[in-house]
Structure formats: structure tokens, C-alpha cells
Nanobody, 129 residues
Framework: VQLQASGGGLVQAGGSLRLSCATS????????MGWFRQAPGKEREFVGT????????YYAESVQGRFTISRDNGRSMAYLQMNSLKPEDTAVYYC???????????????????????WGQGTQVTVSS
């Protein structure tokens, strides 16, 4: 599967952005989707993930309650709605996909970047104070 992230940009603190991840290739419903981010000089970190059918999501504590992940398998899309943005949210955001063997494996590995097999190119999000 190929992934293409878009929707990044410059926004003031407190503002909102919605990132999109377009997928192509194998049926997107075969994959768990994840979002990660990497700020300058920092390691890549987990943002959140959504199950195959979209019924379950998990988030990093730093974004819980502000970010929402969704997906539209019919359109082969995944989304990251980001509200109440803070300067510390500034990073390159990546969407990722993995065909975890089971729900249990997904839950145990959901925040590990190494568990995701496919990655988009990243989109820059800059939040000004």
C-alpha cells in the first residue's frame, strides 16, 4: 500500500488543522492506520492509531482530547483532526499502515513505529505562539 499525507501548514496556537492520508494499492481496510510525528532534533513519536474498521482509537497522552483520528475505507482515506494546537505540536506528521496479525498484536504494538510497515512522506505542521 502507498500512503500520501497532506494538509499540513502554519497555524496559530489554539487553531485547528486536519491532515489527510490517501492510500492506494491493497484494500485499506486490511490495515491499521497510525499517525506519528517528529519534531526537529527529537525522535519520532506516536500520535494515535485507528483499527481496521475505525471502531477503536488510541492516542498519546499529549494529544488525548485534542486530536481525533478517523478513516473512510470507502474512500481509502485516513484523517487526523487536530484542535487546540500548541507550539509543541510543531513537527512533521506521518501516516503509517500495518496489517497486524490480530487485534491483540495491534494493541500491544500500537505505539511502536517499527511495527508499521508502510509510511507516507510526511507533512509539516507548524504552530506559532
Amino acid at each position: 500500500v502507498q500512503l500520501q499525507a497532506s494538509g499540513g501548514g502554519l497555524v496559530q496556537a489554539g487553531g485547528s488543522l486536519r491532515l489527510s492520508c490517501a492510500t492506494s494499492g491493497r484494500t485499506v481496510s486490511s490495515y491499521v492506520m497510525g499517525w506519528f510525528r517528529q519534531a526537529p532534533g527529537k525522535e519520532r513519536e506516536f500520535v494515535g492509531t485507528i483499527s481496521w474498521g475505525g471502531d477503536t482509537t488510541y492516542y498519546a497522552e499529549s494529544v488525548q482530547g485534542r486530536f481525533t483520528i478517523s478513516r473512510d475505507n470507502g474512500r481509502s482515506m485516513a484523517y487526523l483532526q487536530m484542535n487546540s494546537l500548541k507550539p509543541e505540536d510543531t513537527a512533521v506528521y506521518y501516516c503509517a499502515a500495518s496489517d497486524f496479525q490480530s487485534r491483540g498484536v495491534w494493541v500491544s504494538l500500537k505505539d511502536k513505529g517499527s511495527a508499521y510497515d508502510y509510511w507516507g512522506q510526511g507533512t509539516q505542521v507548524t504552530v506559532s505562539s
